[in-house]
């Protein structure tokens, strides 16, 4: 199920669900997702500040 909003599941979600969000967005699945973004944090870069600030800005369904 592809929508074209972006907005954190109540089901289906490990943490805040902003990893199932992307994936549901983009019609991915959501254990690539949470896989990419833990790899993701083995580089620098503010993952984690991103992923608080998608955790607080995207509403739920």
Request: with cysteine; aromatic share 10%.
């Amino acid at each position: 199920m592809s929508t074209m909003t972006l907005s954190r599941p109540r089901h289906g979600r490990r943490i805040a669900g902003v990893c199932a969000a992307i994936a549901r967005r983009y019609d991915w699945s959501p254990t690539t997702v949470r896989v990419a973004f833990i790899l993701s944090c083995l580089l620098p870069g503010p993952q984690f500040l991103l992923y608080i600030a998608l955790w607080i800005l995207l509403p739920q369904d």
